[in-house]
T-cell receptor, first 111, second 113 residues
Framework: KQEVTQIPAALSVPEGENLVLNCSFT??????LQWFRQDPGKGLTSLLL???SQREQTSGRLNASLDKSSGRSTLYIAASQPGDSATYLC??????????WGAGTKLIIKP | DTAVSQTPKYLVTQMGNDKSIKCEQN?????MYWYKQDSKKFLKIMFS???????INETVPNRFSPKSPDKAHLNLHINSLELGDSAVYFC????????????FGQGTRLTVV
């Protein structure tokens, strides 16, 4: 059974720093991995999608990597801004079309 | 321009009532989903529909029933609401090809009192 873990559960850093969020999973048989952002009281915004055959994806200041052999994905945020404060969730797409979710990392960027 | 939209955004109701949450997507996707996010922020899939066929039905109470009048809509009906049903419910859609991106609605916060 696939299990997804995100560590740390919460992270607070000063504005301007580069940071890495981690996502680990137990079963490498995945179809894709998505990183989402959730703002308080709001919905889920897809940030990056990595297919199982890819190693990384980039969008602006965000870079996501995928290493299936080690069961890990990272989300790198460069030059963090207060507007980046949110909960970041990773989710794995499996053969049944469903997403298996981590519990998220709550990120706070201090001005 | 909203890709996946849910209504209502907030729903407060008494125990025992029957309620529905609507979801519509304008992305032309064939697969739609309902997820439940509990108080610990875990998201768990409840249902998914592909071309109006139920393809996943997790072990949710049969008080919950998805209804899809067409491939652009997947509504969630809940009968005899219980306190434990309080949560945020998310609708999502994707194309039927495995490995494609899923798009989510804004969520419906259901509070049962």
């Amino acid at each position: 059974k696939q299990e997804v873990t995100q560590i740390p559960a919460a992270l607070s850093v000063p504005e301007g720093e580069n940071l890495v969020l981690n996502c680990s999973f137990t079963d490498s048989a995945i179809y894709n991995l998505q990183w989402f952002r959730q703002d308080p009281g709001k919905g889920l915004t897809s940030l990056l999608l990595i297919q199982s055959s890819q190693r990384e994806q980039t969008s602006g200041r965000l870079n996501a990597s995928l290493d299936k052999s080690s069961g890990r994905s990272t989300l790198y945020i460069a030059a963090s801004q207060p507007g980046d404060s949110a909960t970041y969730l990773c989710a794995l797409g499996d053969s049944n079309y469903q997403l298996i979710w981590g519990a998220g990392t709550k990120l706070i960027i201090k001005p | 321009d909203t890709a996946v939209s849910q209504t209502p955004k907030y729903l407060v109701t008494q125990m025992g009532n029957d309620k529905s949450i609507k979801c519509e997507q304008n992305l032309g996707h064939d697969t739609m989903y309902w997820y439940k996010q509990d108080s610990k922020k875990f998201l768990k899939i409840m249902f998914s529909y592909n071309n109006k066929e139920l393809i996943i039905n997790e072990t949710v109470p049969n008080r919950f029933s998805p209804k899809s009048p067409d491939k652009a809509h997947l509504n969630l009906h809940i009968n005899s609401l219980e306190l434990g049903d309080s949560a945020v419910y998310f609708c999502a859609s994707s194309s039927p090809d495995r490995g494609t991106e899923a798009f989510f609605g804004q969520g419906t916060r259901l509070t049962v009192v």
